[in-house]
């Protein structure tokens, strides 16, 4: 498929123009400028909040007056991931797209359909002049990626509609109805580091090329976890040979199961060959573990230059709270109609080490907020074992499903209607804005959908093309049957 013939053109278009507009999670500046001034030249009604979300505001088109207000809501930030080789800095490069069969990639890095693609959705119907609809409020939050900080900050009465579709979800045929919510723990190993001994003898382990992908949607997946991955060698070599860990760094986003990582250690020069051996081993029996999933892992272990080491006591207990600490499904959902969904779970997602600090982050979710406490306890309780210091944030809800929700049946009516086949209904184990808008919109009656996605929250993310298509028919047919006040 040629860029060319990308469709429908007016979302690509704005898709394309989004993508030139930097847009970290945390630093959206410049994005929020790009939507506000955008909103302002279309002379439509805009305005952004003390927290940073935009929100524009288009009356409706003749004869549709007297429908309620619909709000088409999608977040302004990316997850921002690279492959470890491309040279990409996304506070200022533009993200670099192509076109392969009927999916859109990015060159190297994330390709920002999460969530770009709603928000160029919202700008498109924004600019027609040619699509019915009542009044609509197009609102684009901020930092969804990071913690939901948008949603959080958004006070009541900043929307005012009746009726609210998320675009940011990622597979087409899928209507949500419900969502997870989520916990962040954090743990920290402080320490004076020591001198290494004559005889050790340093090695760097690194592991790469893992699929990792997003730590909800995809932890039922069974992909490796580069941090758990290389714990376990550390684990193994330290009961045997006893090793004295230098640094260990993996992982980058909190909502991202890690794809890569470094260990550098120390050993008795007696135990090298030992633990070279043991290492081909090792990498043989994971890579066997997850011949499905990973396919594409890369080990690697050479010796390196000599440096400051942990306290064998902060470096044992580190190693054995990563080998302990729980990561992936705890249980699954109890109600028979959504056996198949994780209901709560676990992700290490990340640990990176300064001088005097090894930091560790984790995510917990679950559907049913009793259990999320338990799964976050039982990762602090690990932590706190093993003598680190540790934080959690306060979280965000899960959405509970709206068994008396007319969207909904708008939703799967006009999505009947137009592809003659039933869409799915679903929850989905991954956090999304609308737990934090059911807080402050309690009558507020919302769904999500959007076009499907894959390997979300990594550099190999890319966008089905026909279902953008898809998606733009079902929210037009949606927009024209919203009922009357």
Known sequence: MDKSNLKPACVFEQFAAINK???????????????KNWGESHNLDTHVDETGNVIIRKAATKGMENKKTIILQSHMDMVCDKLVDVDFDFHNDAIQTYVEGDWMHAKGTTLGADDGIGVAIELAILASDDIEHGPIECVFTRDEETGLTGAQGMKAGFMKGDYLINLDSEDEGQIFVSCAGGKNTE??????????????????????????????DDINKKRANAIKVLARFLYNENEKYGVRLASFNSGKMHNAIPRDGKVVFAVKNEFKENVKADWNVF????????????????????????????PKAVSDNLIRAIQAVDNGILTMCQDEALAWMVETSSNIASIATSEDKIEIVSSQRSNVMSNLDNMANSIKACFQLAG????QGDGYPAWKMNPDSKLTKIAVDTYKQLFNKEPKVLGIHAGLECGLFSLRYPNLDMI??????????????CLYIPTVQMVWDHLLAILKNVPEK
């Open 21 to 35: 507009v930097p847009r970290p999670s945390k630093h959206e500046e410049k994005v929020i400028d790009y939507l």
């Open 448 to 461: 999500s959908f959007g076009p499907t996605l894959r390997n979300v929250h990594t550099p190999d993310e």
């Open 187 to 216: 743990a920290t190993f402080s320490f004076a580091r020591e001198n290494a001994s004559a005889d050790d003898f340093f090695m760097l382990a690194s592991l790469k090329g893992l699929n990792g992908g997003h730590s909800g």
């Open 388 to 391: 680190a210091e540790v934080k």
């Open 283 to 310: 990498q043989t029996e994971v890579e066997d573990e997850f011949h499905v999933t990973d396919t594409n892992m890369v080990f690697a272990l050479e010796s390196t230059d000599a440096q400051a080491v942990l």
